[in-house]
């Protein structure tokens, strides 16, 4: 049971924070909701009692014989804001504390997750980014917010994500928290950086370039030769990466919307669409001069067809005798990076294999590694249920020399941060990189 302050601010997605703090809690935490004053206008005092099952109010003044306004930081395991109006985002980044919300969130040593909630023009206003740019440098991680239909007629990205996946991102916290109390000093062993140092914005100043999705090739006009690939990890990296602070480019070939939508409204992640091959390999080159990590999660076709075909490719032009295709190869482009690289550049490929056991996933990844040349490559099993357009993943990442160091399952987002925590141990910043 871990203890958790659910913060609420005054916004119409209060109503939907009613059902978090119901899975909180049934999921065995404690859970202490700290509504502003507006949020009560919203959802009242009675409703968060009777959900959260412990006393709520707003001001600094309750409780004083038990130093209320600043116990409930101090004693948190967790901190969440959902939802996070702009007022509230701007009043955290100037650190306010007139109520019981500002002054818990500065007393409290826990991490800190908000989820915005407003409308789109509030969220894309030039403020609303600067502050949560500066959150995020601070070590706070941010969820949503999603875009959808807001209230009266609007509709666009402002939407607060929903309560279960609000949840997720929680669970996920709270086993990167147990992690690294577990591992304690053991985790520099791993090739990890401790989970300490990423709540503070571990990639703050550092440019990131992923590439996320399935090239296609033409056939014709209406055919094409893919994968399955859906983006959803290489989104879930740029969007954990930009959570940490960094600079992201997001090179997205052939990705759904729906999934592009963890991203498309974040002003730290710039989306750049791609289609075939040739075009990944000319953006990618293009971009990586500059980015100071490359991680290559994009399943990139091998070979592409000799000829396209002009007009689409007809039966009854050829009854009887089906076509044949020719197929050549595509470039290389991940060795092409490793050849081009910039000095101080890290490098990180992806293996999906099919495979019969651990062992054979393991060698077939060594091998990969030895031919490409990169500095950390990610592996992973794939199959007709298994890693391809599923929610989750279950990664093994070598280091150079072939060690594992960092064996990794769950949602596709905690695999991306796990990711990234054996990019952070490569790059090997300076303290002052990671943080006061």
């Known amino acids: 049971m871990k203890n958790i302050v659910l913060g609420v601010s005054g916004g ?16 065995g ?29 707003t001001s600094v003044h309750d409780d004083v014989p038990e130093v209320r306004h600043v116990a409930l930081g101090q004693n948190a395991d967790l901190v969440v804001v959902a939802p996070a109006t702009a007022n509230t985002l701007a009043r955290m980044t100037a650190g306010l504390a007139d109520d019981l919300l500002g002054t818990t969130l500065l007393a409290t040593r826990a991490p800190v997750l908000v989820a915005p909630a407003m409308h789109t023009e509030m969220w894309q206003h030039p403020a609303t980014q600067d502050n949560v740019a500066i959150l995020r440098s601070r070590g706070v991680a941010v969820v949503g917010p999603e875009s959808g239909r807001l209230t009266g007629n609007d509709s666009g990205p402002g939407r607060m994500s929903e309560p279960a996946d609000i949840f997720e991102r929680v669970q996920e916290m709270l086993a990167d928290a147990r992690a690294a109390d577990v591992g304690g000093a053991a985790a520099p062993a791993t090739g990890v950086v401790d989970t300490a140092k990423r709540s503070r914005g571990d990639l703050v100043g550092v440019r990131v370039l992923v590439t996320a999705g399935g090239t296609r090739e033409p056939i014709d006009p ?24 960094a600079e992201v480019v997001l090179l997205a070939a052939n990705i759904d919307g729906a999934v592009l939508e963890a991203v498309s409204s974040d002003q730290a992640v710039r ?166």
């Open 12 to 27: 119409i997605a209060a109503y939907k924070a009613v059902a978090l703090a119901r899975l909180l809690v049934e999921a």
């Open 29 to 57: 935490h404690e859970v202490h909701v700290v509504p502003t004053a507006d949020a009560l206008r919203f959802v009242g005092q009675p409703t968060w009692e009777a959900i959260s099952r412990n006393p709520v109010t």
């Open 222 to 245: 209406v055919r094409f030769l893919g994968n399955r690939s859906s983006g959803r990890q290489g989104v879930a990296i740029a969007a954990a990466a930009a959570d940490r602070g």
């Open 271 to 436: 989306l750049v669409t791609v289609g075939t091959t040739a075009e990944l390999d000319s953006t990618v080159h293009a971009a990586a001069r500059g980015a100071r990590v490359v991680i290559m999660a994009a399943a990139v076709a091998d070979y592409r067809v000799a000829e396209v075909a002009d007009q689409k490719i007809r039966k009854e032009d050829s009854p009887g005798a089906a076509p044949t295709l020719t197929l050549v190869e595509n470039p290389d482009i991940l060795v092409s990076l490793v050849r081009d690289r910039q000095d101080d550049q890290v490098i990180v490929g992806f293996a999906a294999e099919t495979v019969d056991d651990e062992d054979e996933l393991l060698e077939r990844g060594r091998r990969k590694l030895a031919r490409k040349g990169v500095d950390l490559l990610a592996v992973n099993a794939v199959g007709w249920s298994e890693g391809f357009e599923s929610e989750t993943n279950e990664v093994r990442v070598l280091d150079a020399e072939g060690d594992v160091v960092v064996a990794t399952a769950g949602t596709k987002r905690a695999v991306a941060d796990a990711l990234l925590d054996a990019v952070v141990a490569e790059l090997n910043l300076p303290e002052s990189a990671l943080g006061d």
